[in-house]
C-alpha cells in the first residue's frame, strides 16, 4: 500500500508541474518583421536573449506568394553564441525562407551563464512566414 501512495504521490506532483511552453519572441525582436512569427522552446528557453533579429521576408518570396514554416535545432555556448552546429529540424518547401530562418539564428547572442552553470544549452526557434 505504501508503494501505491508513493507512485499516486509522484503521479500529483508530476501533474502540478508547469508545462513548459514555448515562448514568443515577438517583444523582444526589433520591429519590422511584419509576416515572420517566431517561438522559441527546449532548455534555452528561460535564457535572455542579448541581441537578435528578424529573417528577411524577402520581398520575391512574398510577391511569390511564399509561407512556410521552418525550425531550426541550435546549440549556445556559455559564452552567450550559438553554436555552428544548427540543424534543421522542419523545412519550408521555399529554399529563401529556409536560408533566412538559419542567417537569422546564426546571429542570435545569449545572454552568458555564470559559475558552475556554464554548460551548452539547446534550444529550436520556430519561424512562420506568413503573408497575411
Do not use: C
Not at 51 to 73: F, I, R
Not at 107 to 112: D, G, L, M, R
Amino acid at each position: 500500500m505504501a508503494g501505491a501512495r508513493g507512485a499516486t504521490a509522484i503521479a500529483a506532483a508530476e501533474q502540478a508541474k508547469p508545462q513548459e511552453q514555448p515562448r514568443t519572441l515577438a517583444e523582444e525582436l526589433p520591429k519590422g518583421g511584419k509576416g515572420v512569427a517566431m517561438t522559441i522552446s527546449g532548455q534555452i528557453q528561460g535564457r535572455k536573449i542579448v541581441q537578435s533579429t528578424l529573417p528577411v521576408y524577402s520581398d520575391e518570396a512574398k510577391k511569390k506568394g511564399w509561407e512556410g514554416m521552418v525550425a531550426v535545432h541550435f546549440t549556445v555556448m556559455p559564452d552567450g553564441r550559438v553554436k555552428d552546429n544548427l540543424y534543421f529540424e522542419q523545412t519550408s518547401p521555399h529554399r529563401d525562407l529556409n536560408r533566412a530562418a538559419m542567417d537569422a539564428i546564426r546571429q542570435f547572442v545569449f545572454e552568458s551563464l555564470q559559475g558552475t552553470e556554464r554548460v551548452e544549452q539547446w534550444g529550436v526557434i520556430t519561424i512562420v512566414f506568413r503573408l497575411s
